[in-house]
Each structure stands twice: as structure tokens, then as C-alpha cells.
């Protein structure tokens, strides 16, 4: 190889290598630019997603009654351009941004509906209907959902693919998806993905998840027998045989609720006590009627398929013990869907999130909320792989605590900002790449 050539092949070389590093530093460039528009445009409608708030939030309404919040929400949606759709499943809404160019179809989930109470609210912005209070903090993930609307709908020009947003009824009763589920959502939309959030008590810039389960598993178990002379005996042997399912001391430390934002041993800790549990509600509730005698209680387990191995164990038992001839059924009399993360969307979600707004804020989950807590979001993840995420709206400094359904239950608003900047930003990753 002569001289001559070695210069030839060597600019070739560096010039292949510097156009590699110009569509590298292209691409960034892109990427980034269209995160700093999603910051400027979340900061130009903040203050406007504020005044919907503290709409929403004067007018709430309880499950399945959420006329006023549908209209303004589809409203707004009409007004950014989308295509909407109302009436599904009662209440429901979902509006639809198409670019206009073939790709993913990602949706995203909001619920709607405020509780019945009488706890006397925090704020200012009171609520005008009369012991009915937004004290689950449905009118922020509302509002965020649509400050999301907004910022996807100012960056289409840039973005391929579809985007879905669903306003469901009814997440308290824990029926509002299912109803849109069967009343045809999965025929009007079919997303690849589908995210949703739930404000929490954590700090505002913070959210969590955590891969699979996020909530321990829950069901009422009942067991019934024949009516007899022996019932004070079967009561008992029942209640300590279902009771021998749990598997944690009566003194550990988990049963203080304040123990799961421990740093040590709370959730976000590798090594959280939140995990490998299963627990029995000890206040069971006994009914008598003329034929048979029923005990039934709470039954949550953190492992998975537990409670599937429980009825068939308890029968066994019970068929092995000499009230064997009065056992007439052991079921479930409550079963609902639990949150389930898909494994690798939840990783992609924490990693992008936390790239351009700090790994510090994105917080994996170790263990498994106890006490019943979950969301009918997990309806929707029975057809569609997706990721729920806790975002955080206390501020101890101002004696905000963001713990649903409290007494004293507040959101700090900049929460919002927070919320329409990480998950739209996670919106265009996921259409972008
Ligand atoms: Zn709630
Ligand atoms: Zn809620």
C-alpha cells in the first residue's frame, strides 16, 4: 500500500467518523430540542392548567355521575384539535391525537371521579357540592392528562404515530375501566402501550414504580358451613386456620404505614420488609342464618399465584378436621384485577424519564403496597402492556401531604408541571425511538 492510498483511506476515515458524529450530535439535538419545547410549552400553559384545577375541584363529582368534568374535558380536547369520543362506558372520554404518520400508538389514562365526604377540605378552592370532595386527588391526574393533550398536540409537526387520551368514571368503585372496556374502548383505540399516574405522597419532582406487581394482591375469602351446635368451635378453628396463612409477626415493623417511605426499609429500599407477605384481616366478619353459618375476611399477598394455592390448601384442611361433614363452600367473594407492570416498558420508562430529568427523581420500587390500595388501571393492562406510576405531590415544607383519601389531604400544584413535562417527554421518547 503506497503513501498516497494511506492518506486517501485515512481522510476517508475521519470523514466517515465525523459524519458519524454530526448525525449523532444531530440526533441529540433533535431529541433534546423537542424536550426543552415540551418544558416551554408546559410552562406556557401551567398557569391555565392551575384555573382548570381549581375548577375541577370546586365542581367534583362521585363515581359515575361525572357529567360536568366529561363536557369540560372534552371541551378542551375538541379545542386542541383532537378527534373526540364521549359516552363510553358512561362518562368516559378519549381523545385522539393522529400525526397523521404511521407509528406507535401509545395511550394515555386519567380518572375523573371525586368521593363522597364531609371531612372539611384545606384549601380555599372549596368544594360547591355539598359533601362530595376531590380527596384523592383525581382532578390533578386529570388535569395533568390534559396538559399532556396540549403539549403532544404543539409538537405533532415533529412526531409520528398516535396518541390516546382516556378519561375514565369511576375508579373509586373500581369499575370505571371495565365499564369502558366493555362498552367497546379497545375497538375505538388500539394502543401498543398504555401509562397512567396517581399522585402520591412523595416530594413533587418524584415518581415511582416498580416492574409486575406494584400492589399486594387482594381478595375477600369466605368459607361457609351447615349450621350446628358446634359453630363457636368452627368460628375459631376457622379464624386461626385462615389466620395461618400470614406470614408476618404481630410486632414487625410493617404494620406501621409510616414505615413505607423508611429509607431503610420501605419500599424504595433493596431491602424493603414490604415484600414475600401475605396478611389476614383479623377483623373477620361472621354471619348466621337459619341453614348455615359464613366467615369471611381480606386475604392480600405480595406473592404471586399465593392466593390462587390458598383455597385448595384450606380445603384440604378443613376436609381433613372433624368439621369436615359441615364444610358447604370455600370462595372468593371478591377478586379484582391487580397492577401489572410490564417488565421491560417500566425499565425503558424510568431510564428515558430519568435522562433528561435527573435519575434522582425516578424512584424503582422494591416492594409491594400492603393494605388493600391498588387501581382499576390494571384492567386495561389485561389487553394492553403498560406502566402506572405514583407521582409525588406533597411538600413538607409547606405542610403538604398527598395521601389520598386523608383527612388533610393537599396537593402541591407544581406537581402538574411536573407530571406534563416527565410523561410527555416519556410520550415522545416512546414515538420518536
Ligand atoms: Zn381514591
Ligand atoms: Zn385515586
Not at 363457636?232 to 415493623?253: A, G, H, M, R, V
Not at 393492562?381 to 405531590?393: A, R, T
Amino acid at each position: 500500500m503506497n503513501s498516497n492510498k494511506k492518506i486517501i483511506k485515512l481522510a476517508f476515515t475521519i470523514q466517515f467518523l465525523f459524519l458519524g458524529l454530526v448525525s449523532c450530535a444531530q440526533n441529540t439535538k433533535v431529541e433534546s430540542s423537542i424536550h426543552k419545547n415540551v418544558q416551554e410549552q408546559t410552562n406556557e400553559i401551567f398557569d391555565s392548567l392551575i384555573t382548570i384545577r381549581r375548577d375541577f375541584h370546586v365542581n367534583p363529582e362521585v363515581s359515575g355521575q361525572e357529567k360536568r368534568t366529561s363536557e369540560k374535558i372534552a371541551e378542551y380536547l375538541l379545542a386542541l384539535g383532537l378527534e373526540v369520543k364521549t359516552g363510553i362506558g358512561g362518562h368516559g372520554v378519549v381523545g385522539i391525537l393522529n400525526t397523521g404518520k404511521a407509528g406507535k400508538r401509545i395511550a394515555w389514562r386519567a380518572d375523573m371521579d371525586a368521593m363522597h365526604s364531609d371531612i372539611p377540605d384545606v384549601v380555599d378552592f372549596q368544594s360547591k357540592n355539598e359533601g362530595v370532595r376531590h380527596i384523592c386527588g383525581h382532578d390533578v391526574n386529570t388535569t395533568i392528562a390534559l396538559g399532556i393533550a396540549n403539549v403532544m398536540a404543539s409538537q405533532k409537526a415533529k412526531l409520528a404515530g398516535t396518541v390516546y387520551f382516556i378519561f375514565q368514571p369511576s375508579e373509586e368503585t373500581y369499575k370505571g375501566a371495565k365499564t369502558m372496556i366493555d362498552d367497546g374502548l379497545f375497538e375505538t383505540i388500539q394502543p401498543n402501550e398504555i401509562y397512567g399516574s396517581h399522585i402520591a405522597p412523595a416530594p413533587t419532582t418524584v415518581i415511582t414504580t416498580k416492574p409486575e406487581w406494584m400492589f399486594a394482591d387482594y381478595k375477600i375469602i369466605q368459607v361457609s358451613y351447615k349450621n350446628s351446635t358446634e359453630n363457636e368451635q368452627i368460628i375459631d378453628y376457622t379464624k386461626e386456620l385462615i389466620s395461618s396463612f400470614q406470614n408476618i409477626e404481630p410486632d414487625s415493623k410493617f404494620w406501621d404505614n409510616r414505615n413505607l417511605l423508611d429509607p431503610n426499609i420501605g419500599l424504595a429500599s433493596p431491602n424493603t420488609i414490604f415484600k414475600n407477605f401475605t396478611t389476614v384481616n383479623q377483623n373477620f366478619k361472621v354471619e348466621e342464618t337459619e341453614k348455615e353459618i359464613s366467615i369471611s375476611t381480606y386475604i392480600g399477598s405480595s406473592i404471586m399465584k399465593k392466593l390462587d394455592s390458598v383455597l385448595p390448601l384450606l380445603k384440604q384442611k378443613i376436609n381433613e378436621s372433624k368439621y369436615a361433614e359441615n364444610l358447604i363452600d370455600i370462595e372468593y367473594t371478591l377478586e379484582r384485577a391487580n397492577i401489572y407492570n410490564d417488565k421491560d416498558l417500566t425499565k425503558n420508562a424510568l431510564n428515558s424519564i430519568g435522562k433528561i430529568y435527573g435519575a434522582e427523581n425516578t424512584i424503582l420500587m422494591y416492594g409491594e403496597m400492603p393494605d388493600g390500595r391498588g387501581d382499576d388501571f390494571a384492567y386495561y393492562q389485561e389487553h394492553v402492556p403498560g406502566v402506572y406510576f405514583y407521582l409525588g405531590g406533597s411538600n413538607f415544607e409547606k405542610g403538604i401531604l398527598s395521601m389520598p383519601h386523608a383527612p388533610n389531604f393537599q396537593v402541591d400544584e407544581s406537581c402538574i408541571k411536573t407530571g406534563v413535562n416527565y410523561f410527555s417527554s416519556l410520550i415522545v421518547e416512546r414515538l420518536i425511538n
